[in-house]
């Protein structure tokens, strides 16, 4: 089992940027595939962004491509999500995934086994 927690969140100008940290409690994240998703009040939560296990691959919602990049080092059990030119209709909580039962790249479609508590991202126009 691996515990995940977010940091970095906060409130930015439209067009600014963060870098959103999730720290998981194992030092096997290695062996974990991790996304990035992300909800707003009232909606189903999204897909944001993900990344294979040493790194490889990644993949983003289209909303997000070219703005966001989802990164990941296994020394120190973190993955990131550094966030460009942010819009107010990024405004949302972000939490992290972990899975490790996942066999090939991670994608949208990835069932995630553990999550983290979530962290608010608030863009101002």
């Known amino acids: 089992q691996v515990q995940l927690v977010e940091s970095g969140g906060g409130l930015v100008q439209a067009g600014g940027s963060l870098k959103l940290s999730c720290a998981a409690s194992?030092?096997?994240?290695?062996?974990?595939?991790m996304g990035w998703f992300r909800q707003v009040p009232g909606k189903e939560r999204e897909f944001v962004a993900s990344?294979?296990?040493?790194?490889?691959?990644?993949s983003y919602t289209d909303s997000v491509k070219g703005r966001f990049t989802i990164s990941r080092d296994n020394a120190k059990n973190t993955v990131y999500l550094q966030m460009n030119s942010l819009k107010p209709e990024d405004t949302a909580v972000y939490y992290c995934?972990?899975?490790?039962?996942?066999?090939?790249?991670?994608?949208?479609?990835?069932?995630?086994?553990?999550w983290g508590q979530g962290t608010q991202v608030t863009v101002s126009s």
């Open positions: 995934a972990a899975d490790k039962k996942l066999l090939g790249p991670p994608g949208p479609l990835t069932e995630y086994d553990y």
């Open positions: 194992r030092r096997t994240l290695s062996s974990y595939v």
């Open positions: 990344i294979s296990r040493i790194g490889s691959i990644t």
